[in-house]
């Protein structure tokens, strides 16, 4: 998966997250984030790999997530390693 695919899916996850207030809350808790600091690094590589790591510890959610999107978890799971340099 290239790098530009890899950020799609996990800027798409992001826009899942903020329209869901408790998964975005859920999400903002565990990172040690704000809204703010979340529009700050929305753009870092490193960030939205965490994004998208999220979405993968919740078996609901990455289903949610791939149904609202039409998407594979194969994709999310591949994001997930090429944001991380895997």
Do not use: W
């Amino acid at each position: 998966m290239t790098l530009e695919a890899a950020e799609t899916i996990a800027l798409k996850a992001l826009a899942y997250l903020a329209n869901r207030a408790d998964a975005l809350e859920r999400f903002l808790t565990l990172s040690g984030m704000d809204t703010a600091g979340l529009r700050e690094r929305a753009g870092e590589a490193g960030f939205l790999a965490g994004v998208v790591e999220f979405v993968l510890m919740d078996e609901t959610l990455l289903v949610a997530f791939c149904e609202d999107e039409a998407l594979d978890a194969k994709s999310v799971h591949l994001a997930s390693a090429t944001l991380s340099g895997a």
